[in-house]
Antibody, heavy 123, light 108 residues
Framework: QVHLVESGGGVAQPGRSLRLSCAASGFTFSSYAMHWVRRAPGQGLEWVAFISYDVGKQYYADSVKGRFTISRDNSKNILYLHMNSLRTEDTAVYYC????????????????WGRGTVVTVSS | SYELTQPPSVSVSPGQTARITCSGDALPKQYAYWYQQKTGQAPVLVIYKDSERPSGIPERFSGSSSGTTVTLTISGVQAEDEADYYC???????????FGGGTKLTVL
């Protein structure tokens, strides 16, 4: 069965850093592009970042560009989101998600989602 | 910047048909995807590539496309369909993913 399990969320002060992890199982992780998507309280879904299956391409939303870094370890089946210079508006549930198609370097849609991890940025 | 526009809310009675629209300039060139998100749960893909239905999604969910608008149709709405629905697409180069603002479906 395909599973994505996020971890690493918590409370951080503005300006500090956090690293989220997503453990993948039940599929060939190294063959799929991956995304991070978030939902802030009272808001809708917001795409955060994408990484291609081969780590060659990373794309970011304007709201996080220069502060967040998406990465992956295909030998450990883990996706990461390194979040620096956190702001109160980064408070959200962060979801790890799998792109629909194998072997893509451009984003499409998402067919598998984790249950999310909560990040709260507050002083 | 590229935007996808959805109505904030749609209300229907059980058994009726709900239609949720999503408009965006790039939709004639890029596929749309639809997600259902119930309170406290992760989103679920209900339609991909404008009109394809993933396995396990009930047949009452369908999608269509016309020009700059895509539509999610739920026929014979059931109480369990009450949720937030989001359309999603990408820019022309596939480097930027965009979600619509979401539509809250209320089953009266």
């Amino acid at each position: 069965q395909v599973h994505l399990v996020e971890s690493g969320g918590g409370v951080a002060q503005p300006g500090r850093s956090l690293r989220l992890s997503c453990a993948a199982s039940g599929f060939t992780f190294s063959s799929y592009a991956m995304h991070w998507v978030r939902r802030a309280p009272g808001q809708g879904l917001e795409w955060v970042a994408f990484i291609s299956y081969d780590v060659g391409k990373q794309y970011y939303a304007d709201s996080v560009k220069g502060r967040f870094t998406i990465s992956r370890d295909n030998s450990k089946n883990i996706l990461y989101l390194h979040m620096n210079s956190l702001r109160t508006e980064d408070t959200a549930v962060y979801y790890c998600a799998r792109d629909l198609y194998e072997g893509v370097v451009a984003a499409t849609g998402v067919d598998v989602w984790g249950r999310g991890t909560v990040v709260t940025v507050s002083s | 910047s590229y935007e996808l526009t959805q109505p904030p809310s749609v209300s229907v009675s059980p058994g009726q048909t709900a239609r949720i629209t999503c408009s965006g300039d790039a939709l004639p060139k890029q596929y749309a995807y639809w997600y259902q998100q119930k309170t406290g749960q992760a989103p679920v893909l209900v339609i991909y590539k404008d009109s394809e239905r993933p396995s396990g999604i009930p047949e009452r969910f369908s999608g269509s496309s016309s020009g700059t608008t895509v539509t999610l149709t739920i026929s014979g709405v059931q109480a369990e369909d009450e949720a937030d629905y989001y359309c999603q697409s990408v820019d022309s180069s596939g480097t930027y993913v965009i979600f619509g603002g979401g539509t809250k479906l209320t089953v009266l």
